[in-house]
């Protein structure tokens, strides 16, 4: 039963989508939108039922790693700069510890802001390591 719930919801929220982005409500452009919609959900639960692990993070984790997304406005303003300045950058260590769905939200958060990469996550060492162009 949870997979029909999931395919449901994923069917309702994939059509809305399409109804969304099409912006007409055309009979044609529906009967797409819930095509579209179910072959998406399909697809979704195909990929749900290959899975080998599931992430559930921790509060702590996602709110220490929402800092990054709130650092935006101010990486966006120093690579404006670096692009005159040419920094050389570089590797920076910081402590981390957690599971899997820690680390997979880690890697996720920093690679995606605009002055980091992260290189790896050395569990031995219990640390993160990452690339940062411009120093903060």
């Not at 179910?38 to 984790?61: C, D, K, N, Q």
């Not at 406005?73 to 692009?83: K, Q, S, T």
């Amino acid at each position: 039963m949870p997979a029909v719930r999931a395919w449901l919801v994923w069917w309702a929220l994939l059509t809305a989508l399409y109804v969304v982005l099409v912006d007409t409500r055309r009979i044609q452009e529906l009967v797409a939108a819930a095509i579209v919609g179910a072959l998406g959900a399909t697809a979704a639960l195909i990929v749900r039922r290959e899975r080998e692990v599931v992430l559930h993070p921790r509060w702590r984790t996602a709110l220490r790693e929402l800092r990054a997304i709130l650092a935006w406005p101010r990486d966006l303003w120093l690579l404006a700069g670096a692009l005159v300045r040419r920094p050389g950058g570089r590797v920076v260590e910081v402590p981390f510890e957690g599971d899997a769905s820690d680390a997979a939200l880690a890697v996720a958060e920093r690679s995606l802001a605009p002055n980091t990469v992260v290189i790896d996550v050395d569990e031995e060492r219990g640390v993160l390591i990452y690339h940062e162009l411009v120093d903060k």
